[in-house]
């Protein structure tokens, strides 16, 4: 092929074959170079793809505005195409390969006539490390090359070290019409490809995300006996220079990117503590030389809800986005050329345009950026990113968190008794809606290990799956935790302060991992003393609280066990038998 940055056989036949398929006017393969990228972004503005923001105040940002149709992920449109249905689980939306491609191909053929086909190679984890999986995204869309270039590393560099390799993610995006009828994002784990049609969200396009690092990956880790999950990665530095990295796993909407880049209380900051960011969402963790548990985030940026950001709730997330970041969906003010988003501060702009390109009027109550604008910002600007974030070994894991939103079941902090029972604490992670979402109140909606959307084969495999990784890791296991910052008072007040201070709750969660702290044992675990978790500095918040916040409420429990009863009939005779066991241990605890 002519320019190709590549000759490798398997990629060239496959790009020859999807040019065959899509038509392009014109191929461009992907540096990664600056000059290319500059090129890019000049020609996305000529068209209007994207708007340059002002240099001074945002270098190098820009703002793009998606579909209307076509603002977030489509998990009804989203198929695991294994060969076989019971593969794909009760979780997934399924189709069989044969008719997934045979659909697909008659929307791609020809798709790119009258555009150019960008060849993007990128790495999912620092090139060359042990953790690196390489992959080729097929595009039409401009900014999802300069959104690759952000959310990965990108570039020619990847063809050196794939070599002739045959082990690569194949993935085909076309734009198309963005037609909702026919957008479809699929995954065919026996081929590891990918294909995504009729849209440009970048949860649904930014394959080497979703589809790649979790989707695919969790195949792939099942497979060659490593874990990729829906976590962030944070390091707790402490006053003598000592860091314990610990990954946690949240649903949407519990504070995820926020806790990853917490800025400790002050009483903490005072005597030295920090936080560092490995990663806001996704970690890859296998088991290391020293048979503990390693982690690390293949990804090279943030791809953040940008509403609800501002200096109070995440100032490490808000000067993220200052320089080099692409903003979609939120609010262009017109008299500065800057961004804005609800709550990102009081000042909503007068002269603007809202998230649908339209003149906005601030008072009249109308929302300016979409709930889910997102930024696109490199994880390099961020304040607290961990030193380690490039390290090929990735950093060693002491302690995996699971979180929900339970106004009252699940207590502020909880430790497992061991890994098995660790596995089961993450399988019936659950989250309840609040009254601002939906009319329906505390519905308890079940998210395992918040990899609901995002596992890419049957759950009950999945549960056993990280038995086994378990089974590996032995007495090296992490120690697995449970918290619940949303806990409430009967007026529905959230009585735990959060943000910040949900430090003295990992302070607790590091001491265990040490065994400087002591706990006590109830039906569901190992729960703090309160007099072990720090309250100084609390302003409106006592001990008889914090107590009342540990508190396990047997009766409550009792009424969760029909509801984890209810979910794990879903998965028959796939669920993992130790999960049952675990199940019975907690209703005899709890007689
Ligand atoms: C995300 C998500 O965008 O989980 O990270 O939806
Ligand atoms: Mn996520």
Redesign the pocket.
Known sequence: MKNALTTNPSVLKWIQEKVELTQPDQIMWIDGSEEQLEQLRAEGCSTGELTKLNEEKLPGCYLHLSALNDVA?VEGRTFICSEKEEDAGPTNHWMAPAEAYDLLYNIARGAYKGRTMYIIPYSMGPVGSPFAKYGIELTDSIYVVISMAIMTRMGKQVYEALGDSNDWIRGLHCKCDIDEEKRYICHFPQDNTIISVNSGYG?NVLLGK?CFALRIASNLGRKEGWMAE?MLILGLEDPEGKTTYVAAAFP?ACGKTNLAMLIPPELYREKGYKVWCVGD?IAWMRVGEDGRLWACNPENGF?G?APGTNMKSNPNALISTQKNTIFTNVVLNLDDNTVWWESMDKNPPKNANNWKGEKWDCTDGSKGAHPNSRFTAPAENCPCISSEFDSPAGVPISAIIFGGRRAKTAPLVYQSRDWDHGVFVGSIMASETTAAATGAVGVVRRDPMAMLPFCGYHMGDYWAHWIEMGKKLGDKAPKIFNVNWFRTDDEGHFLWPGFGDNLRVLDWIVKRCEGTADAQTTAIGYVPYAEDINIDGLDDFDLATLKSILEVDKELWSAEIAGIEEFYAKFGDKLPAKLVEELDTLKNNLK
Do not use: Y
């Open positions: 992920r949860g979703k829906h949407s969402d791809f809800v």
